[in-house]
């Protein structure tokens, strides 16, 4: 199997082998704990009850390397599983959390750096501490930025209030990864299937929406953002919105550029587990625009994301571009 120089895969999480005791002075605060299953597998509690089973490649650094030997993948970005972003916990709890999340992923790209790089999270609920923690990642941690949530408690990515926060990643020349959590429209899910399986390209598909259709992305334009699962929905719904904002000319007020133009300024990565839906996001968005991500080391993620991308039938220009220079690009290593 040809092995990739650079090969970078930029959707990984971490969870941490435990969690800090609850120290705050809240009542009844979802703090997450973790239960050892067996020597490789732990459970995260949250509130004390069942949340997830994780694996020990969420927090050993020695088995990731190892699976990456397997996975064909040179570097990894860590990032914390996306429930510990932890919008829903009073906004002093979370940032105690997010530091430590943070500060854990450091120890771990700090043991093999040249194999790791990192996306630190926010309490994004409270903007000042949000900021403040950016900072923290980005200047003290040398993080290459943030993983943020599809919406914060329901309030889309896009809404006017976060700007500050954008506009400040964009001038500290952070990259940001959105994942989907907690999505809406999952009590509408019917059988056994997950929320993962059904409702995640929906969430953020409207999170990458409404940073089109709320002007962010536009008045942000150097901002580096990407967007899990390939972007959701977001590639069938985007001729949709190039039809509104021809068609709609309060659409058209409110927005300078087409949409078509700020959705292919963002990035997306290839997870999307199907040869022609990935080539139909190479079309919609452009080969400068793709990346690998495989969600490791969670179940629903891809196990072989380097053969599935080759399974595409990708010329090399392509493949090197989508397993090597666009990861560089958006985590800002060419600059």
Known sequence: ????????????????HDFPRYAGSGIDIPWPAMAAQDACHRHVLISGKHYRTVSDGAWSTSRRLADMQDLRVERQVLSPMPELLSYWLPAIDAQS?????????????????????????VPLQDLDLA???????????????????SHVNGVSIGDRRFEPFFAE???????????????????????????????FPGDIALAATSLITSGMA?????????FSHGGG????LLPRLVQAWHQIPKARDSLWESPETIARRFFYDALVFSPVAVRFL????????????????FGM???????????????????????????????????
């Open 1 to 16: 199997m040809t092995c990739y120089a650079g090969c970078t895969d930029v959707h990984t999480h971490v969870v941490p």
């Open 169 to 199: 990643a964009a001038r500290r020349g952070a990259s940001v990864f959105v994942h989907a959590l907690r999505p809406s429209g999952k009590e509408r899910v019917v059988g056994a299937f997950p929320e993962q399986a059904v409702c």
């Open 301 to 335: 993620g891809d196990k072989d994301p380097v053969t599935h991308l080759e399974a595409v039938g990708l010329d090399d220009t392509t493949l090197q571009a989508i397993l090597h220079h666009n990861p560089r690009r958006f985590l800002g290593l060419d600059i």
């Open 97 to 121: 959390l997010i530091r430590y999340i943070n500060d854990e992923i450091a120890g771990m790209v700090a043991s093999a750096p040249d194999r790791f790089l990192a996306l630190g999270g």
């Open 131 to 149: 900021l403040q923690e950016l900072e923290y990642v980005t200047d003290t941690l040398g993080f290459a930025g943030v993983e943020l949530a």
């Open 233 to 236: 929905g977001l590639a069938m």
């Open 218 to 226: 536009s008045r942000h334009p150097q901002l580096r953002i990407a």
């Open 282 to 297: 190479l079309d919609t968005f452009g080969q400068s625009q793709i990346l690998l991500g495989s969600d490791y080391p």
